[in-house]
């Protein structure tokens, strides 16, 4: 079986296969292309954004510096905004859902390399899932270590590192994140967006 298929079946694979490390050179070209453009060029980071991912929604924004390992495994929904300097390291499958903000500076790490040091040096590695449900808040500075998944409606505080799921409606924080304690409505400030003549 290929390298490239065993990552997608979430099997053990050679991280030095030069199938996988001319799909990273492609990447790479993408997404300093992506970087390079100007926030005027919308049309043409969408065209980017579309050859480099698995998939991409509507009113999807990307700071520049953004890097990723493949982007075929990076699936992004509707209304994200993606903060200066991410990168993801999408051996295994990124799902980010829709109305969903990433601080700056923010890590997606979902690989882990085998522990044994002769597998190791071999290039032995094994891909995991990273899930980040819909209306969810990263704070800066903050990594996500492989097999987690986020709930809807939460807020990851920046600086945190996450090693295991987190739920839904929730301030979660910490080195390693811990759910600090339930969103309420006493945490609403009676903020309402203006229409501004839209329909």
Not at 24 to 31: D, G, P, S, V
Not at 78 to 104: A, E, M
Request: aromatic content about 8%; proline content about 4%.
């Amino acid at each position: 079986m290929p390298e490239w298929q065993k990552l997608q079946a979430g099997e053990i694979y050679n991280d030095f296969d030069q199938d996988l490390f001319n799909r990273r050179i492609e990447a790479k070209q993408l997404f300093r292309a992506y970087n390079r453009t100007e926030d005027n060029e919308v049309e043409k980071r969408k065209e980017i954004m579309q050859k480099l991912f698995k998939s991409v929604g509507k009113n999807v924004w990307i700071e520049p510096d953004f890097r990723c390992e493949f982007g075929k495994n990076i699936t992004i929904g509707s209304d994200v905004y993606i903060n200066f300097g991410c990168v993801i390291l999408d051996c295994g499958q990124v799902t980010i859902g829709n109305n969903t903000l990433i601080g700056p500076n923010v890590g997606i790490y979902d690989a882990n390399h085998v522990l044994d040091a002769e597998e190791r040096i071999a290039g032995g590695l094994k891909p995991g899932n990273v899930h980040i449900g819909n209306r969810i808040w990263i704070g800066g500075n903050t990594i996500l270590l492989p097999n987690i998944t986020i709930g809807d409606d939460t807020v990851i505080g920046a600086g945190s590192i996450v090693t295991h799921d987190i739920p839904s409606g929730v301030v979660a924080v910490g080195n390693p994140c811990h759910v600090l304690r339930k969103i309420t409505e006493k945490d609403k400030v009676g903020y309402k967006r203006e229409s501004r003549g839209r329909k």
